[in-house]
């Protein structure tokens, strides 16, 4: 579907961003968790900062089905959803799938080995950086929307508040919204059943954050 990643607002080559905006917490929902977290005054380090930044190990065992969770790497805040397998079935509906930008994620916003419909490796754990694609603020992570809010007609997933961007739960952007891409997913890997590493490509694998189109 290239002719929904070509909208209005996506610039060709967008220009690095200095409009930062962190917004705390999350949307009240059941089963959600609200992370309030600290100000971040550099969320767009340099190739340098990323580089030399460690991986980042969460205990995955303590994230609830339906739980976000942020953490931080390369000074940038990263989600961590765990999605329930009700979450999961909505995300191949042809009926959402039309509504986005770039459902086959073809853009490259993710390794390789998250370039599929859940855009993770394992369907259940999404990890994305939290900075929206249009000028960098920090969405909101609500699974479960009110029909009438925030957004009309929007099955969940993640909210800008700032220009009303809306993100499915696999991160992907819908059409008709300023931001020009799905969130970012940043390397990562399970090193073993309880632990997710961030920072780090799966045994084998090259990928480069660089190289993505935009964070
Ligand atoms: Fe503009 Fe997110 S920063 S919609």
Request: glycine share 6%; with cysteine; charged share 15%.
């Amino acid at each position: 579907m290239t002719d929904s990643i070509a909208p209005e607002a996506a610039p060709a080559h967008p220009a690095r961003r200095d409009f930062l905006y962190l917004m705390t917490g999350s949307v009240a929902a059941v089963g959600v968790a609200a992370v309030a977290w600290p100000f971040i005054d550099q969320m767009n380090p340099d190739a340098a900062t990323i580089a030399a930044a460690g991986p980042v190990d969460i205990d995955i065992s303590q994230i609830q089905p339906g739980q976000r969770i942020v953490t931080l790497w390369a000074s940038r805040p990263v989600f961590v959803v765990r999605r329930p397998p009700e979450a999961l079935k909505g995300l191949q509906d042809p009926k959402l799938t039309a509504q986005l930008r770039d459902p086959d994620s073809d853009n490259l916003q993710q390794p390789e080995y998250a370039k599929n419909w859940h855009r993770s490796i394992k369907e259940e754990f999404l990890v994305v950086v939290g900075i929206c694609t249009h000028l960098g603020c920090v969405p909101l992570f609500d699974p479960n929307p009110d029909p009438s809010n925030p957004a009309p007609n929007w099955p969940g997933g993640f909210f800008c508040p700032c220009h009303g961007s809306k993100y499915d739960l696999s991160a992907r952007v819908f059409q008709g919204v300023p931001a020009p891409y799905n969130l970012p997913v940043p390397p990562n890997f399970f090193p073993d059943e309880k632990t997710l590493r961030v920072g780090q490509n799966p045994p084998g694998q090259t990928f480069d954050f660089n190289s993505i189109l935009q964070v």
